[in-house]
Each structure stands twice: as C-alpha cells, then as structure tokens.
C-alpha cells in the first residue's frame, strides 16, 4: 500500500464547475501539505501549503485538511479551461531536513471544458 | 528571474547506452533534488543535495545511477548502463534553506528519457 493515495481521473467538469479533488494517506507523522499543479510537459509548480487542520483559501482554490481522517482536498471554484493539468497532492514530516523529503500522490488529470 | 532549467529536454536512446542529464538551479539555491516520475505517477526523490553534499541518496539505484554537483551549483545525474525501465521524465528542482524545513521546491520543465 502506498503512503499517499490519489484518485488519478481523468476528471472532466464544464467551465464554471466546482471540482474537489482528494487524497488519503497512511502516515500519522505527516504534518505538512501541498497541492502542485502540473501542466503537459512541464515540470510541478507549488500551488498551495498548510500546516494544520481546516481550510487554507487563495482565490478560486481552497485546500482542506483533516488529519484525523488522513484525508486532504483540493476545491477549485469557478473552473476555468487553463485549470486543466495534473493535480499532485504532496506531503512530508515537519522537521528541519526531513521537511523536504515530499512524498507525492500519483496525480489526479483535469480536464474543464469550455 | 530564471527558473531551473534542465537539458537535454528529450532523449531517447538504446539500452545498455549511458545518459547525462544537466540541471542548472535558480541563483541562490543551495538545496538541489533529482526526481524520476514515471508515467501516471507522482515524482520520486533519487538525491538532495545541500550545497554540494548528497544528503539523501537512499533512493538513488546507485550500482548504475551517479550524480555530482560540482561547486555545489550545477548538477548532473547519469546511468550507465541505462535499462528499458529507466524511461521516465526525470525531474530536478531547487530550494532557498530559509531554515525553516518547509522551502518551496521549484521544479525545472524534466528530461523525458526513452530507452529502447
């Protein structure tokens, strides 16, 4: 069993959709949280962090966190067509060095249609 | 500001052939990671280094697989001999040590290397 699991689509919505993509995972010690958005031939770019349990908003995106479910979500309101990528979720412990150790879910594909 | 960038963007050789893949990181970086994502998947760590010491090489398949960072700059990541499962894109990115173990990796656009 993987530590991170990831639903991987595809997923297709109409423009103007509310989309929620998740991830579940097995390792308690994990503190740390990331969503990346990966476009078609290019490489992960950081979308959004949190640290702790609830709701972190920027914009259209809101990232939510519970950690007594070991479960993580990424909700997009207003999707638009330059929403379609690869969504990674990502995840690490909270301590210096071992910080930046990620360990990433397989990627969720989205496809919003205009 | 330039982001990482990698070259070769594309290669595509026979098996048994070494490969090289170059990684130059953002100014200032000095924590450097190599990544190997294979299709469908999330990227997997091969080595971090900071500066130019390899911190983290647990997942590097090290009886064919190398990397340097000369200068604790740029960095190079080979396999020799490369095998048909070593087709993947492979991934460097950077990060400032801003001390707090959280840095944001910047990852450069991937080498996708086929091995036929």
């Known amino acids: 069993q993987k530590e991170v699991e990831q639903d991987p689509g595809p997923l297709s919505v109409p423009e103007g959709a509310i989309v929620s993509l998740n991830c579940t995972y097995s390792?308690?010690?994990?503190?740390?949280f990331m969503w990346y958005r990966q476009y078609s031939r290019k490489g992960p770019e950081l979308l959004m962090y949190?640290?702790?349990?609830g709701n972190k908003e920027d914009g259209r995106f809101t990232a939510q966190v519970d950690k007594s479910s070991k479960y993580i979500s990424l909700f997009i309101r207003d999707s638009q067509p330059s929403d379609s990528a690869t969504y990674l979720c990502?995840?690490?412990?909270?301590?210096?060095?071992?910080?930046?150790?990620?360990?990433f879910g397989s990627g969720t594909q989205l496809t919003v249609l205009p | 500001e330039a982001g990482v960038v990698q070259s070769p963007r594309y290669k595509i050789i026979e098996k048994k052939q070494p490969v090289a893949f170059w990684c130059n990181p953002i100014?200032?970086?000095?924590?450097l990671y190599w990544y190997r994502q294979n299709l469908g998947q999330g990227p997997e760590l091969l080595i971090r280094?900071?500066?130019?010491?390899?911190?983290?090489d647990s997942q590097l398949p090290k009886d064919r697989f190398s990397a340097e960072r000369l200068k604790g700059v740029d960095s190079t990541l080979k396999i020799q001999p490369a095998e048909l499962g070593d087709s993947a894109v492979y991934l460097c990115?950077?990060?400032?040590?801003?001390?707090?173990?959280?840095?944001?990796?910047?990852f450069g656009p991937g080498t996708r290397l086929t091995v036929l």
């Open positions: 390792n308690s010690a994990f503190q740390y």
């Open positions: 990502a995840m690490s412990l909270l301590s210096s060095g071992s910080a930046r150790q990620l360990t």
């Open positions: 949190t640290y702790s349990s």
């Open positions: 280094y900071e500066n130019e010491e390899a911190v983290d």
């Open positions: 990115a950077s990060s400032l040590d801003g001390g707090q173990g959280t840095d944001t990796q910047y």
């Open positions: 100014s200032g970086h000095n924590t």
